[in-house]
């Protein structure tokens, strides 16, 4: 679906031309035609206007989806309220025609009349399942490699249900998968389907609306995510708006919120200053450096590994538990290493030495998925330990005894003699360390 009608609803428009902006970006860039029509009204919102007349809201939930049925239209909003409400509209008058044949007695007073035959679809659901994570990666420019996201899906984008049936009420993981195709490490975290808390702030009641956005921050710096990315405005408000008041009462809460379509369309190389990254309260700065700060490390890393195979490593360490030495020694996660170096840290991986408990067993490559397997990975890493200085002794003192002997250990002539066995031949050491110099030299 590339041609529909979209219903940007209340708050975007009004509080957040930017998350506008950068959707209509993301529009264009993924060749879609966009219709907006006159007359539309909020949609409505459900907490102050279903708690006085639930008439009112069906009524004017309809109107405006009956607007959009007589262009010839579907309808993409970017709304988590919008959505919820056109589409429990579209499931109650679905199953109550009296409810449906009142309202269209009414509608007819302006020439409308609501048939119910339109697709309605949320803009991540427009992105993931009309679009496809495939296509919308392919348009990525500057990947997110190496950046920790989190992702909130607000409670409207997935319930109530049967209403909408997008993706699963309680586990869902579209939005993550999009935003993982975009290059990003998505990070879980304990609070991620805790509900914003927002509307606590349209019925009077502030401190519970920052209490529950405080306390997903806090779980959100304590996994040390480099941004939060959201599908909703209100949520955005939240976690942004909110934030801001949380961090001029002196707490120590700093965490840059996206909507989804301003990440996408960073990635698709629009500058922060197109889009209007500035118009946030809380500053998006601190992830737009360390993302040009990942730029850099990529950049090194590239030089010993293949990127792309680490990134695609990290963002799904399904084989945590494989690793047979993580069975009896907790303290070694490969996985969380791998996550290390994408993260810019090779040096400390070098340094602290953890790389080394690697068997090369080569079991992760055999259960790899994707047929990558770390132990190539942790391979090259013992050379570059090596070569920094940093490697056991060892290792060291056993590379040395074979330039010499042509072997790791002396045979025990002895035992040998003992069991009726001839003496060894003579060793090619030396032809070894002469071969090794005489390329060390032939480079020079």
């Known amino acids: 679906m590339k041609d529909f009608a979209v219903f940007w609803g209340c708050t975007i428009p009004a509080r957040f031309p930017f998350i506008e902006k950068a959707t209509r970006l993301v529009f264009d860039d993924l060749g879609a035609t966009v219709h907006e029509l006159e007359g539309h009204t909020c949609c409505p919102e459900g907490v102050l206007v279903k708690a006085n007349d639930e008439n009112a809201f069906y009524t004017a939930a309809a109107r405006n989806l009956a607007i959009i049925e007589k262009a010839g239209l579907d309808v993409v909003t970017p709304c988590n309220g919008c959505y919820s409400t056109f589409k429990e509209a579209y499931s109650h008058l679905a199953t109550d025609w009296r409810a449906k044949e009142a309202i269209n007695e009414?509608?007819?007073?302006?020439?409308?009349?609501?048939?119910?035959?339109?697709?309605?679809?949320?803009?991540?659901?427009?992105?993931?399942?009309?679009?496809?994570?495939?296509?919308?990666?392919?348009?990525?420019?500057?990947?997110?490699?190496?950046?920790?996201?989190?992702?909130?899906?607000?409670?409207?984008?997935?319930r109530p249900q049967p209403a909408v049936r997008?993706?699963?009420?309680m586990h869902p993981r579209k939005v993550e998968d999009m935003v993982a195709a975009l290059g990003a490490r998505v990070v879980d975290y304990p609070t991620k389907m805790q509900c914003c808390g927002g509307a606590l702030d349209r019925v009077g009641e502030r401190e519970g609306s920052l209490a529950f956005a405080r306390r997903k921050l806090t779980d959100l710096m304590r996994e040390e995510v480099d941004a939060l990315v959201v599908v909703c405005p209100s949520c955005f408000q939240q976690f942004d708006l909110n934030q801001a008041a949380l961090q001029r009462a002196k707490e120590d809460i700093n965490?840059?919120?996206?909507?989804?379509?301003?990440?996408?369309?960073?990635?698709?190389?629009?500058?922060?200053?197109?889009?209007?990254?500035?118009?946030?309260?809380?500053?998006?700065?601190?992830?737009?450096?360390k993302w040009s700060d990942r730029e850099a490390d990529k950049a090194r890393l590239g030089a010993f590994f293949d990127v792309s195979l680490l990134g695609k490593c990290s963002t799904c360490t399904a084989c945590k538990d494989d690793c047979p030495v993580c069975k009896v020694d907790p303290t070694f996660q490969p996985t969380e290493i791998i996550g290390e170096l994408v993260r810019g840290h090779l040096d400390d991986v070098l340094a602290e030495g953890q790389l080394w408990k690697c068997l090369e067993c080569y079991t992760c490559q055999e259960l790899c998925h994707s047929d990558i397997g770390m132990a190539e990975t942790?391979?090259?890493?013992?050379?570059?330990?090596?070569?920094?200085?940093?490697?056991?002794?060892?290792?060291?003192?056993?590379?040395?005894?074979?330039?010499?002997?042509?072997?790791?250990?002396?045979?025990?002539?002895?035992?040998?003699?003992?069991?009726g066995l001839a003496p060894l031949p003579q060793t090619g050491g030396d032809a070894v360390a002469r071969l090794l110099t005489d390329d060390v030299e032939g480079v020079e």
Request: glycine share 10%.
């Open 106 to 158: 009414r509608l007819v007073r302006e020439g409308l009349h609501y048939d119910g035959q339109l697709k309605i679809e949320h803009f991540a659901e427009w992105l993931v399942d009309e679009m496809g994570t495939g296509l919308v990666a392919s348009k990525i420019t500057k990947p997110f490699w190496g950046m920790r996201i989190a992702v909130h899906y607000g409670c409207h984008l997935l």
């Open 255 to 289: 965490v840059p919120v996206f909507f989804l379509s301003e990440l996408i369309a960073l990635g698709m190389g629009h500058s922060p200053e197109e889009i209007g990254l500035d118009m946030h309260r809380v500053s998006v700065q601190p992830f737009l450096d």
């Open 378 to 419: 942790f391979r090259k890493l013992k050379e570059l330990a090596m070569a920094a200085g940093s490697g056991p002794e060892s290792v060291s003192a056993a590379y040395s005894e074979f330039l010499k002997s042509g072997v790791l250990g002396k045979p025990r002539e002895s035992a040998r003699k003992k069991l």
């Open 166 to 169: 997008w993706d699963d009420p």
